[in-house]
């Protein structure tokens, strides 16, 4: 395939370059004049996309990290690196935003570009790392490095297929592959298609080495990259098998489909809140939507948090019998978020099966027919069972029952939602939700990996 038309669709346009070109400039000649006037012993870096030239087009976000030597204290780092970046934001009338890594950082918007600005220690290599953030300058300075000329056009091409097909991105609500993995990805397999190639044979716990490390089998990730700055790191640690598995089937489809362009742009749908009701509908399932505001709290901590909660709620209802088909999480990350539940019952019998002890176990048995009564008891397969009546028939009145005060500790609930959940917390039916973010999700929730088909 001629490639040229989606890099021209793709790439910065030469104006986006130079502006980020000029931004960035500036904001690291500021920083690094007021560190040389205060006699402070650090230097203002730009790391990322931008600094190694492997940014989409309209994503130039640009990130400045201020290394100090290893002897500053860290509390020290974190005063006078966000001292500076405050200096800097009240320089160019931006406005501050705190953020928290393994330490906090500065966020902010200039010259409508998204700034970064992030302390971190100066180190050679990964065994001198005090903190996540500080691999992030060997990172910017191994890619500079070893991606050879012509090689940021296939980071691109596969950066922009991962993210058409949903793979692209490593924070928590994706758990798709990191802008660092792929440019690891070109290093060692030198084209896009290549990538394409090895990746449709991959299997779980392939190895990528650059570095010949050794140090793989120290991980039992889907996929295992050792970062050639630190032999005891798992560039890939943040990728999800279910992302792992639809990376390698989208590389297969493309590979085999004659219209390999539609891989590159985003799906042709015109989503219509009608007709995705009426899906919903003709599947005659139970569907269930818990409604509930959320904490101010980073992302990072609320989508972990919203994964555990909907994971809980499908365990403890399907052990009750309520037979969860599928379920999955909405947020709109500001205001509130939706628990999507699709059962297959309705409505249970009045009774189930108790499950008693082994009938091997005389004692246990004498003890079970007490409580129950002789009458009542009787043997399935190995076990004394006795029928009792249920105390919830349907998954509605369940929830209820579980959001409570006294019986929400039975749900493994992340612990910044226990709270609002109580507080707020509504049962809708699925024509209660609208909005167009959330047609599609409803939509990616009929139609799970539609996009790596094409």
Known sequence: MDYKLILDEIKPTEEEKNKVKEVSGKLLDFLNDKIHIAGIDAEAVLVGSVAKRTYLRGKSDIDIFIAFPLSTDKKDLKDMGLDLAHECCDAFNAEPHHQFASHPYVTTEIDGFKIDF????????????????????????????????????????????????????????????????????IIKYGTFENTLIEASNWQFGHIIDLM??????????????????????????????DKYSQFIQSARNYLSSDKKSDYFHPLAKNLDNDAILDEFKSRKSNIIAVKFNIPKIPLDTLHPQLKKTTDSLERILNSNDFLVFQSGYWTDEENFAVILLELAVFKLNDIKIHQGPRIFIKQACDNFIEKFGLENCYVLDDYMVSNVKRQFTTPQDFINHLLTDEYISLIKVGKNLIKPILESYEILNIEDLTGNDLLVFLDDFLYPNQHIRR
């Open 212 to 241: 010949d490390y050794g140090t793989a089998n120290n991980f039992k990730d889907p996929l295992v990259c050792i970062d050639p700055t630190d032999k005891n790191r798992n560039v890939g640690a943040a990728l999800r098998l």
């Open 118 to 185: 992030v302390p971190c220690y100066s180190i050679e290599d990964g065994s001198q790392l005090k903190s996540a953030v500080d691999r992030s300058i060997l990172h910017t300075k191994y890619v500079q490095a070893n991606l050879k000329e012509g090689q940021n056009d296939e980071v691109l091409l596969l950066k922009r297929f991962m993210d058409m097909t949903g793979t692209y991105g490593s924070e928590f609500k994706v758990g798709g592959f990191a802008g660092y993995l792929c440019e690891l990805l």
